[in-house]
């Protein structure tokens, strides 16, 4: 698969999961899962991501999108009780039912960390860099 249409598959199955029927968060998303695919390249030194490791991405975006929007309306609905906590690693964001309020510079960090809660799946493609 190319870059491309893993990027299209890895944003129907995050859609299909965040229960997103509609296309006004694609763009958004489609940010996420980029972001995320290249700090995949980057942390296992690799220039294509394996299609092995679709779903693995797709659970990556879908919980930085999670901690990092749980104010937006679509998003917090996914996560249930209208968007009261989420949790990635020992990382905690309050959402408030989608109606503003703001995050904290906590919620960039926790994309970071969400790299780091896969490692073990990342680990298996992980070269050494020369």
């Known amino acids: 698969m190319t870059w491309d249409e893993q990027i299209a598959e890895v944003l129907k199955t ?17 940010s996420y899962i980029t972001e995320i695919g290249w700090r995949i390249k980057h942390y296992c030194n690799i220039s294509t991501i ?57 919620a960039k960090s926790a994309i970071d960390q969400v790299v780091f809660d896969y490692r073990i799946d990342l680990h298996r493609y992980r070269r050494m860099r020369w």
């Open 50 to 106: 394996p299609n092995d490791l679709i779903y693995v991405w797709t659970s990556m975006t879908i919980d930085a999108v999670r901690v990092d929007l749980p104010n937006v309306d679509e998003i917090a609905d996914s996560v249930g009780g209208g968007g009261a906590n989420v949790k990635v690693g020992d990382t905690s964001v309050s959402g408030g039912g989608g109606s503003g309020g703001g995050l904290s510079n906590t």
């Open 14 to 30: 995050a859609k299909l999961r965040l229960g997103l029927a509609d296309t006004t968060q694609d763009a958004l998303i489609t």
